[in-house]
């Protein structure tokens, strides 16, 4: 087939960088200023409006915060029935779920916790979210529940 293309990269693993999104943390701290101000016009009493908006705040300046200090690291989905690594470490049950431009990866270490890690557009490029797309394992469909009672 003289006009078929063939890319020389089909048997390479996808390699991507994880590190933290400044889009993700600017979107946190600014849904903890939404959530303060929704809790202060509404008609909650003033002092637990006040206490709650802190919470909430505080809440969100957390999450913020802990994005923001991740460890970057490697994220490797190899494109055969090989077996993705994070930081070269072998995980289990590799998840890759799109909403848009946005990836949500999440698998299971060696010691059976659940992780996961969102990839936002400034972190993944158009190229890079191809690449991922091919490389992650095919979902498993729901299934199918009877169509009659037993």
Do not use: N, Y
């Amino acid at each position: 087939m003289p006009h078929s293309i063939r890319s020389s990269s089909a048997s390479a693993p996808c390699r991507l960088e994880r590190r933290a999104s400044p889009l993700l943390i600017a979107a946190l701290l600014a849904l903890a200023v939404a959530a303060a101000f929704a809790v202060l016009v509404s008609e909650m009493p003033r002092a637990a409006a006040w206490a709650l908006a802190l919470a909430a705040l505080a809440h969100g300046a957390w999450l913020a915060w802990r994005e923001a200090r991740m460890v970057p690291g490697e994220f490797v989905v190899p494109h055969a029935d090989a077996r993705a690594t994070v930081d070269g470490k072998v995980v289990d049950d590799l998840v890759v779920r799109w909403r848009g431009p946005i990836a949500s990866v999440q698998w299971r270490d060696g010691d059976g916790h659940r992780r996961r890690h969102v990839f936002f557009p400034d972190t993944l490029p158009a190229a890079r979210r191809r690449e991922l797309r091919l490389a992650a394992p095919a979902p498993v469909p729901a299934r199918r529940a009877a169509s009659v009672a037993p």
